[in-house]
């Protein structure tokens, strides 16, 4: 492991895609952004994923120069084209938009459709909650691992949603979480350590447990709650893609697999102004509250504390930005082979 | 068993609220609407909790002539304050001023506080998907039944979500849910039919499984998904509740024990214009051929075919509107001693 400062470390991801004909402009936000999923602690979304997004640019598969078109605009709601452009630059400016209706309106729903992969769902709930304002974000995964309900066929994503909500003294709630029980990239993990996955994570097809995570090509993962989970993917998957004429279903393409056809991914964002409905410094005060409430709860035994969602988020952030992100040396040669290869500085 | 009929239902649950003083037009509109609970098959937020609401009405707990305020009011969003009535008559216009501030701005959301309990959350989002909306309702739970994950004081309740699309050939998308693997009614069903309960639905305060539902007052409800679903539960709480100024945590009454205190209720429905996307009818199709691809899927054997949300429910409708509501001779025989205490006619 070698430690890498988060400015470092966003400064290698724009050269890296500057030099694939990423505008300046463009190539510094996205470093940005998936240095600081790196520095959430969201490995699996961040600098981890350069490699295939660039694999995709050269392949021709993303738009180096998109025009993000408005298709469809009301007081409070909009819908973007995004131009097959890096979801990134797609769901800022979406989420920048939706903010600034939701100054004006109270609340604001922006849509995105022809978006890209967009790392952590989290990063865009946060936006509006760094400004006074609630975020909610829901998006088509990139890939299906699910079958509904009963089925066997692959026809739904881990499909996340992000929620995000202000506080003041304790760190802002972030609830940032795929609809099934692990996330694809845990399943990817447990093959590369060796491990064994726990029961109820994926099922073979014929529903039995699977936990050999080298043969998770022979079944699926499962979503939380049964046909809750199930519910609330296909829903998500609706809201964020059908909704915005964005790909669902069969019409997902395996963003793992599929390195050049256009994927069509669709997301939306809602920001709600606090001010709205109550004052800003009451309610982040209130947020305080609920977090020294639910703390203050007894533990079952073997557990040290009741945690929040996004604590462990928040710690980690902090931890980094004084120590920084930690790269496994694997991953570190991947990136200088790949900056050999692009012709600019290794990290 | 007898069967009973939507409107003799309704007309029932309308003269016993009259009697105890609710004015004509609010005790129609609440006797159809719970009424209309059954008719889904809801029957655990139905005339099944006439008794109970008539028991907090009588013993002043909830305020059969409220005036309905709005405390902050701006284009897409509105905070409601209920005046303590009940719930369904809150929720009603709230969801009513929603669809007609989100025909204007493309979304809106609004809250409310110092309500009551409202029925089922799908009454309240399906209001929008029979105008071309898409509805979601979220409600904070009328009592706790448990903990923050990892924790032993019961702080949430089963904070419900239920989210509606509407179709054109098919029954609607509906989505109506506890963030519990499963719901207080069904731990009191199970009881009452002297049934264990599968693990997973609940645990004892060391957090082994408890499955004798006559023990369910040692233990608590599971979250699905584990953490994913106390994040969820804590977080609807927080948007239906914390923002609206309406009770959370140790705040909530339980509504069960007592029938006196103010509850202070809270609630939020957001309805979403179609119009702002997409044409309407574009998206009915959209949501057929969602329906179509779904059930395509080859099912796990013993499986005969993938349902989709709200597809009982609507069998369900469609069996009771033809052949009325069944109901239990012993609940029956409870409305009819309650109407007697009335003064007004049986069932």
């Known amino acids: 492991m070698t430690n890498i400062s988060h400015s470092d470390l966003a400064a290698f991801i724009a050269r890296c895609l500057g030099a694939c004909g990423m505008p300046a402009a463009d190539a510094d936000r996205v470093g940005g952004m998936m240095a600081r999923a790196d520095l ?48 990134h630059l797609v769901m800022h400016h979406a989420t920048e938009l939706a903010m600034e209706k939701a100054r004006n309106a109270g609340v604001a729903w922006v849509g995105a459709r022809h978006s890209n992969h967009a790392g952590p769902a989290s990063l865009y709930a946060m936006m509006p909650a760094q400004e006074d304002m609630i975020g909610i974000y829901m998006a088509v995964a990139s890939a299906n691992h699910m079958p509904p309900w009963g089925g066997t066929e692959m026809l739904l994503g881990t499909n996340p949603i992000a929620i995000a909500l202000p506080s003041d003294k304790f760190p802002p709630i972030v609830l940032d979480m795929a609809t099934t029980v692990a996330a694809y990239g845990k399943v990817k993990t447990a093959a590369l350590k060796g491990e064994q996955m726990p029961e109820g994570w994926m099922v073979d097809r014929n529903g039995a447990p699977l936990t050999d995570p080298t043969k998770s090509a022979d079944g699926f993962l499962l979503p939380i709650g049964g046909p809750k989970g199930y519910g609330l993917s296909l829903i998500f998957g609706i809201l964020a893609g059908v909704l915005n004429g964005a790909a669902f279903g ?47 709860s007894e533990t079952l035994s073997g557990v040290d504390e009741v945690r929040l969602p996004g604590e462990r988020m928040h710690s980690v952030t902090q931890t980094r930005l004084k120590d920084g992100i930690p790269l496994p040396e694997a991953l570190r040669e991947k990136l200088g082979l790949m900056a050999d290869d692009l012709g600019v500085a290794p990290l």
Do not use: C
């Open 40 to 87: 959430m602690g969201q490995e699996g979304h961040g600098v981890f994923r350069l490699p295939m997004y660039i694999q995709r640019i050269r392949a021709g598969g993303m738009n180096m120069s998109p025009e993000f078109k408005v298709v469809s605009d009301r007081t409070a709601t909009a819908l973007i084209d995004g131009d097959n452009g890096m979801g």
């Open 250 to 296: 069969r019409d997902v393409v395996d963003f793992n697999a599929d390195a050049v056809s256009t994927t069509n991914t669709g997301h939306m964002i809602l920001a709600l102004d606090i001010k709205a409905f109550t004052d800003p410094d009451t309610f982040r005060a209130d947020i305080d509250a609920v977090w020294t409430q639910m703390k203050s």
